[in-house]
Antibody, heavy 121, light 106 residues
Framework: EVQLVQSGAEVKKSGESLRISCKGS????????ITWVRQVPGKGLEWIGT????????NYSPSFQGHVTISADKSITTAYLQWNSLKASDSATYYC??????????????WGQGTLVTVSS | SYELTQPPSVSVSPGQTASITCFGD??????VSWYQQKPGQSPVVVIY???KRPSGIPERFSGSNSGNTAILTITGTQALDEADYYC?????????FGGGTRLTVL
């Protein structure tokens, strides 16, 4: 069965940097884009951006562009979400998810377990 | 930017049919997916490409999409269907989620 295993919970201070990870296994990692989604406690899902693990091409939501960096290392089948300077408003659970196909209108067929990020001001 | 609008909450009695709507401009021209999220869990896709069910999703879940509205229908709703439901579509190369609907089974 396909697995996306995310790194553990983080507690950080405003201004600090952070990188969380999402390791894919039991499938061909380079054949499925990985996306990152934010969920603030008690709120809905927000799309952050997507990375093609094969060539590291990325696509970001305008709401997150410039504040986060998404990357992937296909040699270790891992995708990353990174901040250079955290804000308290970044406190949320972050999910990675796999795009089922490259066809238009595709969906997210497997999700990681989520990484809780807490940022104190 | 493209927006998807869902009702914040829907209530249904056990055994009855629940309908959750998702509104977007010319939404019928796009594929819609639906995700179920229970408290403390990751989302799970229950419908994709408007009306397809992934393996393992019960037949009581169905979807439709036409005009400006997509609908997730749960026939014979069970207590375990109580969850938040999100619609999702693509706007060019960006992903859009609806705000989510809390389904209460009472």
């Amino acid at each position: 069965e396909v697995q996306l295993v995310q790194s553990g919970a983080e507690v950080k201070k405003s201004g600090e940097s952070l990188r969380i990870s999402c390791k894919g296994s039991r499938y061909s990692f380079t054949r499925h884009w990985i996306t990152w989604v934010r969920q603030v406690p008690g709120k809905g899902l927000e799309w952050i951006g997507t990375v093609d693990p094969d060539d590291s091409h990325t696509n970001y939501s305008p709401s997150f562009q410039g504040h986060v960096t998404i990357s992937a290392d296909k040699s270790i089948t891992t995708a990353y979400l990174q901040w250079n300077s955290l804000k308290a408003s970044d406190s949320a659970t972050y999910y990675c998810a796999r795009l089922a196909t490259t066809a238009p209108g595709t969906h997210f067929d497997y999700w990681g377990q989520g990484t809780l990020v807490t940022v104190s001001s | 930017s493209y927006e998807l609008t869902q009702p914040p909450s829907v209530s249904v009695s056990p055994g009855q049919t629940a309908s959750i709507t998702c509104f977007g401009d010319k939404l019928g021209n796009r594929y819609v997916s639906w995700y179920q999220q229970k408290p403390g869990q990751s989302p799970v896709v229950v419908i994709y490409q408007d009306n397809k069910r992934p393996s393992g999703i019960p037949e009581r879940f169905s979807g439709s999409n036409s005009g400006n509205t997509a609908i997730l229908t749960i026939t014979g709703t069970q207590a375990l269907d109580e969850a938040d439901y999100y619609c999702q579509a693509w706007d060019s190369s960006t992903v859009v989620f609806g705000g989510g609907t809390r389904l209460t089974v009472l």
